[in-house]
């Protein structure tokens, strides 16, 4: 005779169970790389519709195969702006802009609009030179709360000089979740930062995943098992 203190045998999960599962599996797993795949094929299609009708019919491709495939605008896109920039390295290209910039600069709405598109463009592609240097430790907003950070650079000119402290003094950049593109930049004394041996990346997938998805603890440079 059972009495209510008594444990219940463990039930095998049922057919419908196993099935949910598997069929939530399934979609995290294809999940990511249909939307990838679409995504891409969408980009490729959009660039081919607005680059092709700017290309002389004799210059394509399906002309001679008598097949329109996808990504030749991509193609041309890609050589196209190769040789603008290289063009624009020169000093003829250079001084191009500089002129072309001048006459943007006379019109008052394009001028805005133009200044923004470039601030961006700059921010986001112009990347050869600027990166995080590392992943790092910080207590924010206050002392015994810690957050994820990225190392920017040292901090020079006024806010190096200004800031009341008398050591180095880091600019650091503290992420937001999910999104990691907004946050703080914050400037630390380098006394009061603790460097983590996770890669950038692994430290952006923690910040992104808030908190569930942490690098190998047992090499931290290493991706998780």
């Not at 019919?57 to 290289?86: A, D, K, S």
């Not at 030179?129 to 994820?148: D, M």
Request: glycine share 8%; proline share 7%; charged share 20%.
């Amino acid at each position: 005779m059972n009495t209510p203190f008594d444990e219940e045998p463990h039930r095998r999960p049922g057919l419908f169970a196993g099935l949910r599962a598997s069929f939530l599996t399934g979609i995290v797993v294809i999940a990511p790389v249909g939307l990838t795949v679409w995504l891409i094929w969408s980009v490729v299609g959009w660039i081919d519709g607005v680059v092709l009708p700017l290309v002389p019919h004799q210059f394509r491709l399906e002309q001679y195969i008598g097949i329109n495939l996808r990504g030749v605008g991509v193609v041309f896109f890609l050589v196209f702006t190769v040789i603008v920039g290289w063009i624009a390295k020169g000093i003829i290209g250079r001084s191009l802009i500089h002129f072309a910039e001048g006459l943007v600069d006379r019109m008052p709405v394009v001028r805005s609009v133009y200044s923004g598109i470039k601030q961006i463009s700059e921010t986001v592609f112009a990347q050869t030179e600027r990166s995080f240097e590392k992943a790092c430790l910080i207590q924010y907003p206050r002392r015994g709360i810690w957050a994820i950070g990225f190392i920017s650079t040292t901090a020079k000119g006024e806010v190096s000089e200004r800031a009341e402290t008398s050591g180095e003094l880091m600019s650091v950049f503290v992420p937001t979740t999910p999104n990691p593109t907004s946050g703080f930049l914050l400037f630390f004394p380098a006394e009061d930062i603790i460097l983590l041996d996770m890669s950038i990346e692994d430290a952006a997938k923690l910040v992104i995943s808030a908190g569930l998805v942490y690098p190998n603890e047992k090499d931290p440079t290493q991706p998780p098992e």
